[in-house]
């Protein structure tokens, strides 16, 4: 069974750059394609970037291009989502994915069959 366990979150202000990481326990990390998605208050969780088993096929949400990039280390069993110049539209409980079934996960949300807990962003104007 795989385990995800997200951290890094916190309240930022407009502009600010902001690190979340997700642990991956219970299976092979590199055998795992892992995504992030974020859920805004009454809103659907949505996707924000995805990477492959081994880093070589990434992709981002529009909305998030060229502000965020997500990365794996398969030595720490970690994912990383480093997110720069953060604005109020990214408030959100980002959460981690993984899916075992796949090279890809991409942005299609069943995918994934594995999720973390989730870690508050709070972008402040």
């Known amino acids: 069974q795989v385990q995800l366990v997200e951290s890094g979150g916190g309240l930022v202000q407009a502009g600010a750059s902001l690190s979340v990481s997700c642990a991956a326990s219970?299976?092979?990390?590199?055998?795992?394609?892992m995504g992030w998605f974020r859920q805004a208050p009454g809103k659907e969780r949505e996707f924000v970037a995805a990477?492959?088993?081994?880093?070589?096929?990434?992709d981002y949400a529009d909305s998030v291009k060229g502000r965020f990039i997500i990365s794996r280390d398969n030595n720490k069993n970690t994912v990383y989502l480093q997110m720069n110049n953060l604005k109020p539209e990214d408030t959100a409980v980002y959460y981690c994915?993984?899916?075992?079934?796949?090279?890809?996960?991409?942005?299609?949300?069943?995918?994934?069959?594995?999720w973390g807990q989730g870690t508050q962003v709070t972008v402040s104007s």
């Open positions: 219970g299976g092979t990390f590199s055998n795992l394609a």
């Open positions: 994915a993984a899916d075992r079934n796949r090279y890809y996960g991409g942005p299609v949300r069943t995918h994934y069959a594995y």
């Open positions: 990477i492959s088993r081994s880093g070589g096929s990434i």
